[in-house]
Each structure stands twice: as structure tokens, then as C-alpha cells.
């Protein structure tokens, strides 16, 4: 049967369902893809919150490794900046390491998979400069400590030579040990040459200050004189005699050439024959201006004293008196060398002047600089005005007594003996000994005379009694006026002594004595009898 295909009334046609209007298709893709742009939008939007969150939370786990890290650095109480200190500090780097990585490793687990490449990158940066940190903290404590090592070393070794102030060998030993270890030490931080030789003459300057202080103090005259240092034996000390000679200076402040008042000119103060002789023999002008030409000269002639005496206190003597001189002086009271004399007897005879630059040289040639032998000097000088303070407040009362028994004619309790005086009185010491010599004379000359007759006391009196011109005059003449009044006395108290015997004779044999005679009354009346008895009654 056919479909009809008329129009049949008012039936519509309705459009077959499976075709789609094409007109409308790029509206609804529009809306398809705006939709998932806002999806995308929205899901980076979650994204990005998540990430901010992983990424506050890896900074915070990052921040709170930082903290352990530094409490265990830094901690006042528990910190290895406090417990690994000094040579404690050794391996502090490993240590500290092996926590913190103890650390991370338990902190990682915590790290967002997000940021695990991030937390890596941040902590290994950061562990980088934390070791950096203890690295250097361990250098520096490790040199700290050896630093501290040998300063207390070499600080123990200058107390022990500067103990050994009267024992030099024992001085040289402890010397030696001490540049031993500076040399070490030195040599494993690399130093040069001149910084090892610099420290160990630090050192040897110190001990030697050190040590010539306690010489001073514990025999200050020896210092003074000189005694402390003994001749080396290898020739003189240029730099000691510049000082000595000049203070070390060639100028004065006005540019002139330091000139002593027997024309001596220059550093070493080589007099202008002696100079121009030693030039000579070098083929040089002689030129006292040129400091470099005088100290070579003046080295030329420390020489040729030394060659010929082979001695540094006759060489140095010489130095200072002349050649000439100390010869003379060798030929009167014999040789120090050949053992004729000993060497401290015949410095005595040399000349005041002589002796004292003697001293000066020692002294100096210790190394020391001019101010601190001066220090010294004057803590020997200090020590030497006590000690004399406190020998003269003892010997004051005896040598008074001393003294005023021999004026009387007394044997002394005790005599001062005259080293004693000497120091204890200093520059008065000799004329204090000069004084008890003239008492003891005068009181040898009165038990000589004591029981001669007058007349003959006169005579020998006469004997004693000063010249005008005598150098001691006013002593021996104060002396001879106690000494004339003593035998007075002592005449007045032997005949009284006799009167009194032939009184009492008298008195005995009932002998009828003259009453006009006043030395026989004055005899009875000393007598206990005479109390109750008259010879005129």
C-alpha cells in the first residue's frame, strides 16, 4: 500500500529526529570550551594553593632544621662553639655533619613530593656553609690551641731560664730546648726563616731581661760590677762598646760628631791617632764623620786587642785605659791569664773609670736595650740601699759601742769586721773603717803606755799627735785628744789606787800619816774605814 503524500488537512510534517541543526553547533562549542577553561582555571587555582602550601611547609621544615642545627652550634651551655674548644675542636666538622644529616634525612620524609628537589637543592646549599663554618671554627681553635701550647711553653721555659739566673749552662739548655720548639712549631705553620729567628730572639730577650732582674735582686752588687754575664771568650761585643762609648750614637743632635773631652770622636770613640793608624793599614783617608768606616776601624781594633790579649776583660781594659797601661799594670802585680792573679783582683787595680766601663760592658752585652739596663740597674741599687738600711740598723749600736771602748781603754765586746762597715755604710763606709783603725791604734798606743811614767807618756804621745797637713787630720786629732784625756785618767787612777794601798799600810801598822798630805786624805776618804775616820783626829 502506498503512503500518501498529499496534504492530508491539518497534519504538520515534524522534522526527523536524527538530523541536527547545523546552524546552532558553533555556539554550543563555545560554551563546551569556555566550560573547560574555568575548569582548568579552577583546578591551576587548587594547584597553585597546594603548591604554596608545600612550599610554606618545606620552609618550614628547612627553617626548623636551621634552628637544630644552630642550637647545636651555638647553644651558651651546650653548643660546640662552648664544648669544642681548643684541640677539643678535632673532628667537630664530621660531627656536626653526620647530626644534621641525621637530621635531614628524617625531615625529608615530610617534604612534599613537590618540593623534595627544592628541600635537596635549599639543604645542601645551606650545608655547604655550615661545614665552611665548622671547618674554619676547627682551623682557627686547632691553631688557637697549638698557638696557646707553645706560648705557655715558651712562657714556662723563660721562668725556668730566668730561675737559672746564676747557673748558666743550666740557662743555655733551657734556651735550647725553647728554640726547639719555636722552630717546630714554626716550621709547621709555614713561617719563614726570619719569623722563627724573630720569636726565638723575642723569647731569649725576655728570659734574659728576666733573668738578669733576679741576679740584680739576689746580688745586686754583682750586677752593678758587671758579674752577671761571663766572658764568651769569642772577642768583644761592638754593640756593648757603642753603648758604653757613646750611648750608640755616632752624631749629635746638631749634627756634630759625638766627641769626648780627650778628642775620642765617633760611635766607638777612636781617638783621631788611633783611627787614622787603623785606616791606614786599610788604605783609607780616615774620615770620622763616616759612621760605617768608624765602626769597621773600631772593629779592626776590638780585633787586634783581642788577638793580642786573648782575654775580654784585658781586651775591653784596654779598649778603655790603653794599651800601654794595662801592660804595666800585668808587669807590676802579675798575669790573670798565667793565674798569677785572679781576674776580679785585677780588675780592683784598674782605675775607677776603667772598672765602671767594665761593668757597663757586661752589662749591655747581655742584648738588652739601654732602658731596661738602667730598670735593672736601679733594682739593684733599690735592693742594695735595703739590704745596707737593714745590716747598718744592726751594726750601728755595736760599732758605737765598739769605738767608745776603745776610747776608753776597754777590750771591745765585739768587732765589726771591715766588709761589713764597708756596705753597710757605703760611701761612707771607708772613712767609718778608717775612724775604728785609728780607735784600735790609739788604744794599742795607750796599753803600751799605760804604766810608763809620765814623762815617758809625753814622749810617746808626742809621737802620735797629727801634722797640720795629714790628710786624716781632724780624725787622728780628735783621737789623739781622747787618747791624751784616757792616760790622764788612767795616771789619776793608779795613784789613787797606790795612795789608797799606803793608806791602808798606814792604817795597819798604826803609822801616824800627815794630815796636810791631800792625796792620802783623799785616799782615806775613798775607803769604807774613812767613813767614821779622820787622819786629823
Request: aromatic share 6%.
Amino acid at each position: 500500500m502506498r503512503i500518501p503524500t498529499g496534504n492530508f488537512g491539518n497534519v504538520t510534517p515534524e522534522v526527523n529526529p536524527t538530523r541536527v541543526d547545523v546552524r546552532g553547533a558553533g555556539a554550543i562549542g563555545g560554551a563546551v570550551s569556555g566550560l573547560g577553561v574555568a575548569v582548568g582555571q579552577a583546578a591551576g587555582d587548587i594547584q597553585r594553593v597546594q603548591d604554596k602550601a608545600d612550599l610554606a611547609a618545606t620552609q618550614a621544615i628547612l627553617t626548623d632544621l636551621e634552628a637544630k642545627s644552630n642550637d647545636r652550634w651555638e647553644n651558651p651551655e651546650t653548643g660546640a662553639l662552648v664544648t669544642r674548644q681548643g684541640f677539643n675542636s678535632a673532628g667537630v666538622g664530621v660531627d656536626m655533619d653526620k647530626q644534621d644529616a641525621t637530621d635531614y634525612d628524617e625531615a625529608r620524609k615530610r617534604v612534599p613530593p613537590s618540593q623534595q628537589i627544592y628541600f635537596d637543592a635549599q639543604w645542601k646549599a645551606a650545608q655547604i656553609r655550615r661545614a665552611s663554618t665548622y671547618k674554619n671554627f676547627e682551623i682557627s681553635q686547632t691553631a688557637s690551641a697549638q698557638r696557646q701550647q707553645l706560648n705557655a711553653t715558651v712562657q714556662n721555659s723563660v721562668e725556668q731560664e730566668a730561675s737559672a739566673f746564676d747557673d748558666p749552662q743550666a740557662a743555655g739548655l733551657i734556651r735550647g730546648a725553647r728554640r726547639h720548639s719555636i722552630e717546630l712549631y714554626g716550621q709547621a705553620q709555614g713561617w719563614s726563616a726570619d719569623q722563627i729567628t724573630a720569636a726565638v730572639s723575642e723569647a731569649n730577650q725576655k728570659a734574659m731581661e728576666w733573668r738578669a732582674q733576679n741576679y740584680a735582686i739576689s746580688n745586686p752588687t754583682g750586677w752593678l760590677n758587671g758579674d752577671f754575664m761571663s766572658n764568651s771568650g769569642a772577642g768583644l761585643d761592638m754593640r756593648a762598646i757603642s753603648i758604653v762609648e757613646s750611648g750608640g750614637k755616632h752624631f749629635n743632635a746638631d749634627g756634630s760628631i759625638v766627641t769626648s773631652s780627650e778628642g775620642a770622636q765617633g760611635k766607638y770613640q777612636l781617638m783621631p791617632a788611633t783611627g787614622k793608624e787603623l785606616a791606614a793599614k786599610r788604605g783609607l783617608q780616615y774620615d770620622p764623620k763616616d759612621e760605617q768606616q768608624n765602626a769597621l776601624l773600631a772593629s779592626d781594633y776590638a780585633n787586634e786587642l783581642y788577638g793580642k790579649y786573648g782575654s775580654e776583660t784585658l781586651a775591653g781594659a784596654a779598649y778603655n785605659w790603653g794599651q800601654g797601661r794595662v801592660d804595666k799594670l800585668i808587669d807590676k802585680i802579675g798575669d790573670p791569664r798565667k793565674g798569677e792573679v785572679s781576674e776580679a783582683e785585677f780588675i780592683r787595680n784598674l782605675p775607677a773609670e776603667t772598672r765602671g766601663w767594665l761593668a757597663r760592658y757586661r752589662k749591655n752585652k747581655t742584648g738588652l736595650d739601654p732602658v731596661s739596663v738602667n730598670k735593672i740597674d736601679s733594682m739593684a741599687e733599690a735592693q742594695i740601699k735595703e739590704q745596707r738600711t737593714a745590716v747598718r740598723n744592726q751594726i750601728d749600736p755595736i760599732l758605737n759601742n765598739t769605738m767608745s771602748q776603745l776610747y776608753n781603754g776597754e777590750v771591745p765586746d765585739a768587732m765589726p769586721d771591715r766588709a761589713t762597715i764597708q756596705f753597710a755604710y757605703g760611701p761612707q763606709g771607708s772613712s767609718m773603717v778608717k775612724q775604728l783603725g785609728i780607735a784600735i791604734d790609739s788604744a794599742r798606743t795607750f796599753q803600751a803606755i799605760q804604766y810608763i811614767s809620765p814623762a815617758q807618756q809625753q814622749q810617746e804621745l808626742s809621737k802620735v799627735k797629727p801634722q797640720v797637713n795629714d790628710p786624716d787630720y781632724a780624725i787622728k786629732m780628735d783621737a789623739y785628744g781622747k787618747l791624751a784625756a784616757l792616760v790622764q785618767k788612767s795616771n789619776t787612777a793608779i795613784q789613787a789606787q797606790r795612795d789608797a794601798s799606803r793608806f791602808n799600810d798606814a792604817l795597819l801598822m798604826g803609822e801616824k800619816l800627815d794630815p796636810t798630805d791631800k792625796s792620802m786624805q783623799k785616799a782615806a776618804d775613798s775607803t769604807p774605814t774613812a767613813q767614821n775616820f779622820r787622819i786629823n783626829d
